[in-house]
Structure formats: C-alpha cells, structure tokens
C-alpha cells in the first residue's frame, strides 16, 4: 500500500518551454500533497503544500508564478515549471500524506537545456 | 541551529555490521518521528514511523526515540549491500495542520560486501 506515482520520470526540454510533472496517490487519498525539490548530494528542499482545492502553500523564495500547483483531487497534484531555464534543472519529487507519514514518488529528473 | 541535525557521512561499514544512525533536535514540540531511506536518484521511502519516546523494531531495523535528549537513532542489525543509501530522519510536532515534517539533511550510508 501507500503507492505514489511520478509522471514523467525524466524528461528534457528547451529553454523557455513549460513542463508539466504529475503525481498521483495510488492507493490512498491525500489530503496534502508536497512538492520538492532536490541537488546532488543534498537534502529534499520543500517547495510547496498543496491541499486538494485550495491554492497552494509556497515557500520563502520559490516563485509561485514559476511554478504552478494544481492539486485538482485528493489523488492527483500537478507541478508546472514555466518558462524552464538551465537553472530550474534539478530533481523534481513529490510526496503524499493521509495525515502526518509522507509517502514519496520516484522523482523527475528535470534538463533545460 | 538547524532544527534537525544529521551527521552527513559517508558512513562506511563492512557487511554484517551493526549501523547507528542518528539525528539531533531542538523543537521540543516534536512528538512524531520518522526514518526515510533514499536510494540514488530515486524518492525517499518510509522505513519507520514512531509516536513520542521508546523504541520500534521492524525485521533488522530499530528506532529508539529519546525526548529528553532529543536525539533519535535507527539501528540497522546484520547490514547488507543492499542498505547502501542515503538515511533521512525527519519529525513533526502536527498540532496543527500548518506543523510541517522538517527532514535532515541525510546520512550517506555504504555497507561493503
């Protein structure tokens, strides 16, 4: 149980094309899902919350316009990167929690190039 | 000071050790604690989850919560290959919906064959 799925797992993409990462709950609803962010070598920096119909919870110095969350039910939350630069490359991963436990995806691998 | 402090490594054991991972704390308002192992480039996953002080065993691992220290350790008994990965620690105090999970920055784990 607590199965949670990243789409895509990779992909590459043009400087100033938009990209769009899923994730879903598979066997559970989540009434909050997180988006995070990730540096070789480095700790999993909180991007945004997310709660299934209200606006999402940004952090201090993550642009909100740059990065879309649509967390349209309590199984599927969205992650879009606009106008993608080289330096939005990173891995991408996003998490699902019932109540306080998190349960991660697999990650995205994001290239601008 | 960080609120959750984690020895970054690398660790590095011979097969069949015995592994002490551990974490320090300062927000005594933390009650739930968790271990997340992080395989490269892949999401974390959920390896314990404990409520307030004591101990919590699961096949080779064992979490022990001190509060009084703040400090909680997980145990890994007979290391394998296969436990070679990043350990993350991470706590909450959830009083409220707005509590977050705050992780540490990880322990770089490799147990040699």
């Known amino acids: 149980g607590a199965v949670v799925s990243q789409h895509p797992s990779r992909v590459i993409c043009k400087s100033g094309t938009s990209v769009k990462i899923e994730c879903r709950s598979l066997?559970?609803?989540?009434?909050?899902m997180f988006w995070y962010r990730q540096f070789p070598k480095q700790s999993l920096m909180l991007m945004a919350t997310?709660?299934?119909?209200?606006?999402?919870?940004?952090e201090q110095g993550v642009e909100k316009d740059k990065f879309l969350i649509n967390h349209a039910s309590l199984t599927l939350s969205t992650l879009t990167v606009t106008s993608a630069h080289p330096e939005d490359s990173s891995f991408y991963i996003c998490?699902?929690?019932?109540?306080?436990?998190?349960?991660f995806g697999p990650g995205t691998r994001l290239t601008v190039l | 000071q960080k609120e959750v402090e984690q020895d970054p490594g690398p660790l590095s054991v011979p097969e069949g050790a015995i592994v002490s991972l551990n974490c320090t704390y300062s927000?005594?308002?933390?009650?739930?604690f968790m271990w997340y192992r992080q395989y490269s480039r892949k999401g974390p996953e959920l390896l314990m989850y404990?409520?307030?002080?004591g101990n919590k065993e699961d096949g080779r691992f064992t979490a022990q919560v001190d509060k009084s220290s703040k400090y909680i350790s997980l145990f890994i008994r007979d290391s394998q290959p296969s436990d070679s990965a990043t350990y993350l620690c991470?706590?909450?105090?959830?009083?409220?919906?707005?509590?977050?999970?705050?992780f540490g920055p990880g322990t770089s784990l490799s147990v040699i064959p």
């Open positions: 404990t409520y307030s002080s």
């Open positions: 927000n005594s308002a933390f009650q739930y």
């Open positions: 991470a706590m909450s105090a959830w009083k409220t919906s707005y509590d977050k999970v705050i």
């Open positions: 997310s709660n299934e119909g209200s606006k999402a919870t940004y």
């Open positions: 998490s699902a929690s019932p109540w306080i436990e998190q349960f």
């Open positions: 066997d559970f609803q989540a009434t909050t």
